[in-house]
């Protein structure tokens, strides 16, 4: 009350006695306030490192110790700092080669080697981080020789059960049993049923209790988790390389023996439904299987993964064990490994005998999921209470295992990712960064997607804006993609190539995406573990004539799905935007 009266008072200074409010963005903690008057008035700031990422004293002019509230500043003095550096290097090495030489002395500073990175780059040369060195290397010849010594293999048991690794010099490794299995195997009143066994997978097995296979794990330093997406189900052990034969072990017992006990089924079933509850706020997700239900509707495709909340509260048991019953067969398995120095030989044998005795017979005729069809349809849940509106803009993409697959994930990279929270990054890079950035404009957030299936594909634009902005985000981003179909710019596919090589290579090190891959190269693919050198030179052959006339197959005057939430009242029309897809070579 006496804040109220003394901003109320004639001639009172607002910024001084005015009420913190958190919708006004005024919600800084202690520690954050502390630091803004210190800056503000050139006091040291207290309990921060001493030394800065730069190598040199923190000071509060230093860029990598400005809080929040100075992104554009901070932003603007890394690039500074880094072009610099990277001035500095080009002036006393010159070539690649002498770069090259000096990527591989110990006593650079790691600031010093990421910027020597981005400065191989820079000059054109593809890189790749060697696993047992750390060293970088440029190069078609170089990246066949740091992939020789890792190069992924396969091989198939008696049983049709397949087993696939990709070793490295990592101290940790995952091992993990994908079973082609998801959601597109449901049925509609079992929509639900194949997360609902991802979540109870641990729970116990015939051999074992919850609590020792908590401890087996415990006492290896590894975890068990298990993830189901549309189209198979993974189960993963990740710990130190030299279990991995043990954590192949532990997983197929999982995948093979859980018991599913009736306390474990409604206990999860109350998890599950107060995640499903919880997740109605989470409005990217719902917009996403907004899009989903229309572009493949009336296909099991089409379904969520979590299913709706009548499936969940009558599932049983006894479909539960029907449903494995009926998919968990050996053709549909893959054991993988990833990390580590594991021998394809010694992780088959462990599969056979883990694994040997997987049943390749099916209780009736083997049942395969349906083909999939792409549905031209929009949908829009109005909500005007909230602040902004989500929309979601999908095409009628490829299968995976498609040429046109690297084509289009080179289109989502063309479109990139932007938010207005990147401050001036998108600044004179992009299109659509310049009109993220733009003070004047109210599209908050914009970025391409492209997903693909065994059979199918989906990619299109996600983006966020108020509800004024929102018929002019919509012209905005449907003359975008028609402009990739006419006119497409040489630097905007050189960029688009770089960022996706740069995702592939650090794929590599990620041994979750690396498991995916794995997955998907053979359940969707080629039916063999794709190379680090196979994908990457996929991605160099993509021309800009290529790739254009790619867009126009796909973009021009095609059909889309979208969905829209929020206060949707200004979509750009659908038939509109049709027009606005629509260009003349």
């Known amino acids: 009350m006496y804040a109220t009266q003394l901003v109320s008072e004639k001639g009172s200074s607002n910024c001084l006695n005015a009420i913190p409010l958190k919708k006004y963005n005024f919600d800084l903690t202690k520690r954050e306030f502390r630091d803004g008057i210190s800056l503000r008035y050139a006091i040291p700031l207290t309990n921060h490192p001493t030394l800065c990422l730069c190598e040199k004293r923190s000071t509060n002019s230093c860029p990598f110790t400005a809080p929040r509230g100075y992104t554009q500043i901070k932003t603007q003095r890394i690039r500074e700092h880094s072009r610099n550096i990277m001035k500095e290097v080009f002036l006393m090495f010159g070539r690649s080669n002498k770069l090259q030489k000096l990527m591989e002395k110990p006593q650079l500073s790691p600031m010093m080697l990421s910027t020597v990175t981005r400065a191989l780059q820079v000059n054109g040369k593809t890189c790749i981080r060697s ?30 059960l397949r087993v696939a690794c990709f070793s490295n010099d990592s101290e940790l490794s995952s091992t993990a049993i994908h079973v082609e299995a998801g959601t597109r195997n449901e049925a509609p009143n079992l929509n639900g049923v194949s997360n609902f066994i991802a979540r109870l997978a641990g729970k116990g097995t015939s ?51 859980s ?31 907004y899009l989903y239900s229309v572009a493949f509707e009336g296909t099991p495709m089409g379904y969520s993964l979590p299913g709706p909340s009548s499936n969940i509260k009558s599932i049983s048991r006894k479909e539960i064990l029907d449903y494995i019953n009926n998919n968990y067969k050996a053709p549909r398995m893959l054991l993988t490994s990833v990390g580590g120095r594991v021998d394809l030989d010694k992780l088959a044998e462990a599969a056979e005998n883990n694994l040997g005795d997987v049943s390749t017979k099916y209780p009736g005729s083997a049942e395969y999921p349906k083909p999939c069809r792409f549905t031209a349809m929009e949908v829009q849940h109005r909500d005007d209470d909230l602040p902004l509106a989500h929309v979601a803009m999908g095409f009628n993409g490829c299968s995976y295992g498609s040429p046109d697959r690297i084509p289009l994930m080179l289109l989502a990279e063309v479109m990139g990712s932007h938010d207005k929270s990147h401050g001036a990054l998108g600044q004179g890079l992009n299109r659509m960064g310049k009109v993220t950035q733009n003070p004047d404009a109210e599209l908050y957030s914009v970025h ?53 090589r740069r995702k592939l290579i650090e794929d590599i090190y990620n041994p979750v995406a690396l498991q995916n891959k794995l997955a998907k190269d053979i359940l ?31 973009i021009n005057d095609s059909e889309f799905a ?22 003349f070579r």
């Open 562 to 583: 979208r969905a829209a939430y929020g206060p949707t009242e200004a979509v750009f029309d659908y038939n509109q935007s049709m027009d606005a897809l629509r260009g």
């Open 524 to 554: 969707f693919g080629p039916g063999r573990p794709e190379s680090v050198e196979e994908s990457v030179a996929k991605i160099e052959s993509v021309t800009r004539s290529k790739l254009q006339d790619i867009a126009y197959d796909y």
């Open 259 to 289: 018991i599913f006990d009736e306390n474990a089924i409604n206990k999860e079933r109350e998890n599950i439904l107060a995640d499903i509850e919880r997740d109605r706020d989470n409005i990217p997700v719902i917009t996403m299987d």
């Open 448 to 500: 391409g997607f492209s997903h693909f299936y065994s059979d199918c594909g989906l990619f299109g634009t996600y983006y966020v804006a108020s509800p004024e902005a929102l018929y002019d985000a919509g012209i905005v981003i449907a003359h975008f993609w028609r402009d990739q179909c006419l006119n497409l710019l040489e630097s905007n596919l050189i960029r688009a190539q770089r960022t996706l």
């Open 131 to 160: 696993a047992s060195q750390g060293v970088v290397k440029s190069g078609d010849s170089q990246i066949r020789k740091a992939t020789e010594q890792s190069l992924p293999s396969c091989c198939t048991l008696n049983n049709d």
């Open 207 to 257: 051999s074992s209790k919850f609590e020792e296979l908590q401890m087996k794990l415990s006492k290896m330093g590894a975890t068990l988790d298990v993830q189901a997406n549309r189209e198979y189900t993974s189960f993963v052990v990740s710990g130190f390389s030299k279990d991995s034969l043990e954590h192949a072990q532990i997983v197929s017992d999982v995948v093979k023996n």
